[in-house]
């Protein structure tokens, strides 16, 4: 079990710049989330995949946002025209199918949008 | 909606105080209850879940319990150590759903 990866671990970019982060869940587990969290705040759920599957995407999340996961591994998370607003923690976290599984973090990747 | 309300920290205790963070929650049915914790640096951890009323989660001294009656979960340690400086998170899951809700989170202090 070597953990959630997340890459890169920081990403400064100009507003209105184009970014992406990538997310490696744990081998074995099928689901896999994108949560948001900002200075002082509990994490705040973005999107959720079950395998290659998007199954739940929150209605806060701007349509300048998209993630993937193509073969049901990994993920990416794009931000398009990047805001000043958008800057925050990007956190990924991967469970196992069943309930209630627990879900595993990784170390987040922190955007600065200046 | 289902929603998770702690305590406002920071809390700042000394070394073998005993330590209580509350969390309520709002949900329908029978969500499944958790404790994450964020070390300085680090992700989130699982610190303990419970799953239905009454149950009891424990992990490395702490407890929580599941209270149906009062919709609470509220963490406890009889004796914090510096290590324990971190910052905690309540959370819930419904058993239907896919969705973690989390709390804002209560920052801890732990002084010699």
Not at chain 2, 84 to 95: G, K, W
């Amino acid at each position: 079990d070597t953990g959630v990866s997340q890459n890169p671990r920081h990403k400064i970019t100009k507003r209105g710049q184009n970014v992406t982060f990538r997310c490696d869940p744990i081998s074995e587990h099928n689901r896999l989330y994108w949560y948001r969290q900002t200075l002082g705040q509990g994490p705040e759920f973005l999107t959720y995949f079950q395998n290659e599957a998007q199954l739940e995407k929150s209605r806060l999340l701007s349509d300048r946002f998209s993630a993937e996961r193509p073969k049901g591994s990994f993920s990416t998370l794009e931000i398009q025209r990047t805001e000043q607003g958008d800057s925050a923690m990007y956190l990924c976290a991967s469970s196992q199918f069943g309930d209630p599984s627990p879900l595993h973090f990784g170390n987040g990747t922190r955007l600065t949008v200046t | 909606g289902d929603s998770v309300t702690q305590m406002e920290g920071p809390v700042t205790l000394s070394e073998e105080a005993f330590l209580t963070i509350n969390c309520t929650y709002t949900a329908t049915g029978y969500p499944s209850l958790f404790w994450y914790v964020q070390y300085p640096g680090e992700g989130l951890q699982l610190l303990l879940k419970a799953t239905k009323a009454d149950d009891k989660g424990s992990n490395k001294g702490f407890e929580a319990t599941y209270r149906k009656e009062t919709t609470s979960f509220h963490l406890e340690k009889g004796s914090v150590q510096v290590s324990d400086s971190a910052v905690y998170f309540c959370a819930l899951r419904q058993n239907t759903g896919n969705q973690f809700y989390f709390g804002t989170g209560t920052s801890l202090t732990v002084i010699p």
